[in-house]
Structures are given as structure tokens and as C-alpha cells.
């Protein structure tokens, strides 16, 4: 009688964690089910950019789009070879406009070849310092970004 009581017990604890594997499991898939889908929206958004606008300059902004601005994103557009800034203070976007005569983007949907800038030359020296030149005529500027002062 002991042993039976015993063996039901055994029972009772494998099922219980059989149970718990189980439903790790199910989270586990629903969370890469959800990390996919991330993943997958986007490639879709990159296809449409890459497919409509090649090799243009984009200027992202942290504050608008939140943490939508992902590493996977941006390693998305480096491969495709789009350049993508963040980390731009709003003070500094009307600048950076004026400056490649673009328009700020805020939403996928509105993207369009006539709102997008264009810069002939990048070039950066170092982490706190962006240099941005455009050759219109017989100018150029160069915007340099450091300590927070433009």
C-alpha cells in the first residue's frame, strides 16, 4: 500500500511539472511569435522606403518616434545603405532641414520623394560631432553638434 501511495505521488509531482514545462513553453512561443512579427513589420516598412526612395537621407527623430527606432531598424537601413539619425534634439531639427532641404517625417505613410533631403557629403568626426555638407551652387554648410550647442 506504501508503494502505491508513493508512486501516485511521484505521479502527481511529474504531472505538475510536465504542467509547468508546458506552459513555459507556450509563453516561450508566444513571445518569439511576437518577436517575429516585430520583425517582420519592420522589413515591411523597409521594403516600402527602399523600393520608393534609394539611397536618400532620412533624419528620425528619438522624441517623435519613441523606441520605435530600434538596432534591428537601423541595422535594416545600413544594409539597404540609407543613412538614419537619431538622437536629434528638437532644437537642432529646424536646422537640419533648412540645411538638406528636407522635411520632417514623422510617419511611414507619409513619405514622399519631394519631402526627402539629399546630402552629397557625410563624413563623421567622432561620437559628439556630425558633420553634414551639401554642395548647392557655391555653398556649403557644415552642422556641428556638440555639447548640446549648434
Not at 513571445?31 to 521594403?47: G, M, N, T
Not at 563623421?124 to 551652387?137: A, H, K, V
Amino acid at each position: 500500500m506504501r508503494f502505491i501511495k508513493s508512486y501516485f505521488a511521484l505521479n502527481l509531482t511529474a504531472e505538475k511539472q510536465f504542467d509547468t514545462l508546458l506552459k513555459r513553453a507556450v509563453v516561450t512561443q508566444r513571445k518569439r511569435q511576437r518577436e517575429s512579427e516585430d520583425q517582420s513589420q519592420e522589413l515591411q516598412h523597409l521594403r516600402q522606403m527602399v523600393t520608393q526612395y534609394q539611397e536618400q537621407l532620412r533624419t528620425l527623430e528619438k522624441s517623435i518616434l519613441g523606441d520605435v527606432v530600434t538596432d534591428l531598424s537601423l541595422h535594416y537601413l545600413t544594409k539597404a545603405k540609407i543613412m538614419a539619425t537619431k538622437d536629434v534634439e528638437r532644437y537642432e531639427l529646424e536646422f537640419v532641414t533648412k540645411i538638406l532641404n528636407c522635411f520632417l517625417i514623422p510617419n511611414i505613410e507619409h513619405f514622399r520623394a519631394e519631402n526627402l533631403g539629399h546630402a552629397d557629403l557625410i563624413s563623421g568626426g567622432g561620437t559628439p560631432e556630425i558633420e553634414l555638407s551639401r554642395q548647392l551652387g557655391a555653398w556649403a554648410k557644415v552642422l556641428h553638434r556638440m555639447e548640446g550647442s549648434v
